[in-house]
């Protein structure tokens, strides 16, 4: 008997090959946030990750807004996630970062 397939493997490259397909309109908040995350967190699920911080801030833009501290206190959410996530608005470019506050705080 062959095993079941473990539907999480190549997960993140179906994400990026969706994304490249159908554009981020084709992506709820948190499938946006959990393929950002994943190259935070390159060796850990983010979707449950990525559905508790949009859970609890309300939005992908109001979790890139928040201050270090209040992402701090998310479980899972490092120092490391942290920073990627604070400095990824800036690099990404500036048509985004004019919709997101955090960003002038983060440059």
Known sequence: MTPEKDHRHGHRSRLRTRLLKAGREAFADYELLELLLTYAIPRKDTKELAKDLVGRFGSFAAVLDQPRERLLEVKDVGPQTVTF????????????????????RAA
């Open 85 to 104: 996530l604070g400095h990824w608005c800036p690099v990404a470019g500036r048509p985004l970062c004019s919709l997101i506050t955090f960003c002038s």
